[in-house]
């Protein structure tokens, strides 16, 4: 009997975890990459003695497989870390998560914080329900005080549409969502939320991972983007000339760039594509000469005058990330797709926002820097997104294409996520 021919669209962490956990079952799959090397928004990068990831990576783990599996992946180079993370509020560093930490704040913000809690079953009724919207859900959640000082401007600056087009049906721990018992208000608990533990690779960054899902496959081809999939043909053809006829085909590039590549395209395909919305992140990694003495992890930051919501120390998930006596810090600022600033306007603007938080000292010096605008950040939850992704799966799987990933699948996905994701489609194949 032939073998069927297996094509593999793109080989971030969840195209290598399918490649992966196939060749597990001896059977093979092909993978084209466009970029030089695989790893996707997992890689790191080398610089000046620098390791820099994209944005932070850490690893979190809900199933005791993955957490095996990564440990047979990475061997000894695997640590786990207790979570040191805070909020940047009233001109000082609170622990996270916000609301169980209220008694860090000064009593007037405190005490709206305190009320609106207490207050915040009338607005429960109206986050019942299909129609429930995350602005609903973050009041009926915290009540008004935390929803002001916290939730409400982080979020808008992070997802970058009015909250309350986007539902609550992708929450599901991601977000802390109780206030503490007292007694843990008083002793500060740090350990709330599902990631009060990570684990992050102690040398290599987190691209040791995929570097090592990648190893141990030969059917890896980069620098070969795929530019058209012709679905009456059933084959694929990447720029660098290969042409391959497939009867599966893994697809993990992001779902609103297939109008461009699927060929003869379905109208509905192109216009349901419009209608996926999504953020974008510019990420500026820095290294200082200079040691950050505090251990933070990372922080969030909520004020819309400061440009990034988030910030974080990559030295203090492992030690190698930076030279002897200097700090690698990475820093994360959402924005309109389409929108980017001038990057040396942006680069700017982040260096004062690090002077005034405080991240950075004036006695620190910047000695290498790196920049990543990731075009598809996070995709957003608004009211179109279940149908509409319905509607596009199930045209693609009448293709034989199968959507997987992040992006393919088009979700808020972590690693674990996409590679057990990887796992269940290597499973069914
Ligand atoms: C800012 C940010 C921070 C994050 N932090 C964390 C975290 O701390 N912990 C965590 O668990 N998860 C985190 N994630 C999520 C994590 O990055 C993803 O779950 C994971 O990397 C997704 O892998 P993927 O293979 O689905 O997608 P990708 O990594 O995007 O892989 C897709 C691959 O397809 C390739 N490709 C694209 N177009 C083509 C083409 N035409 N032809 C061939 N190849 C193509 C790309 O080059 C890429 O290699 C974060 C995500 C973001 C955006």
């Known amino acids: 009997m032939r073998k069927k021919r297996i094509v593999i669209v793109g080989a971030g962490l969840s195209g290598l975890s399918v490649a992966w956990h ?3 079952k001896g059977k093979e799959a092909l993978i084209l990459e466009k970029e030089h090397e695989p790893g996707g928004l997992c890689r790191s990068k080398q610089k000046g003695g620098f390791v820099f990831d994209y944005c932070g990576h850490v690893l979190h783990f809900k199933k005791e497989y993955t957490l095996r599996l990564v440990k047979g992946l990475l061997g000894n180079n695997l ?15 609170i622990p996270y998560p916000f609301q169980a930490h209220l008694d860090w704040l000064p009593p007037r913000i405190r005490r709206e914080c305190i009320e609106g809690f207490m207050r915040r079953s009338s607005c429960k009724k109206r986050t019942a329900g299909e129609r429930c919207n995350f602005y609903d859900w973050i009041h009926a959640t915290f009540g008004k005080g935390t929803a002001r000082h916290f939730m409400l401007p982080y979020n808008a600056k992070f997802w970058k549409v009015p909250l309350a087009q986007l539902t609550c049906d992708w929450i599901d721990g991601l977000i802390p969502d109780s206030f503490p018992k007292q007694s843990r208000v008083e002793k500060n608990a740090t350990g709330y939320g599902y990631n009060h533990h990570f684990w992050y690779p102690k040398q290599g960054g987190i691209g040791s991972l995929p570097a090592a899902f990648a190893g141990s496959l ?3 081809v980069t620098n070969a983007e795929v530019v058209e999939i012709n679905t009456k043909e059933k084959t694929v053809r990447a720029s660098n000339g290969i042409k391959e006829k497939f009867d599966s085909l893994i697809l993990t590039l992001p779902l609103p760039l297939i109008k461009n590549i699927i060929t003869p395209l379905p109208q509905p395909i192109k216009h349901l594509c419009g209608r996926l919305r999504f953020n974008s992140i510019f990420n500026l990694n820095v290294g200082i ?3 950050d003495s505090l251990g933070r992890h990372w922080a969030y930051y909520p004020q819309p005058d400061i440009s990034f919501f988030r910030v974080g120390f990559f030295n203090n998930f492992s030690p190698s990330a930076a030279p002897n006596g200097a700090s690698a810090l990475y820093t994360e600022t959402a924005y309109r797709h389409g929108s980017l600033p001038l990057l040396s306007r942006m680069s700017g603007l982040i260096h004062e926002d690090l002077q005034k938080t405080g991240v950075l000292s004036g006695a620190g010096k910047v000695i290498a820097q790196d920049v990543n605008a990731i075009e598809f950040g996070y995709p957003v939850y608004d009211f179109n997104y279940r149908p509409v992704t319905k509607m596009l799966f199930t045209q693609l799987l009448k293709h034989g294409i199968i959507p997987c990933g992040r992006y393919g699948a088009w979700r808020y996905a972590s690693m674990e996520d996409v590679i057990l994701e990887g796992r269940d489609i290597a499973g069914r194949l």
């Open 22 to 24: 196939l060749a597990r």
């Open 79 to 93: 640590r786990r870390i207790r979570r040191s993370a805070w909020v940047y509020h009233s001109g000082r560093y």
């Open 218 to 220: 030969n059917s890896v």
């Open 289 to 291: 000469d200079k040691k």
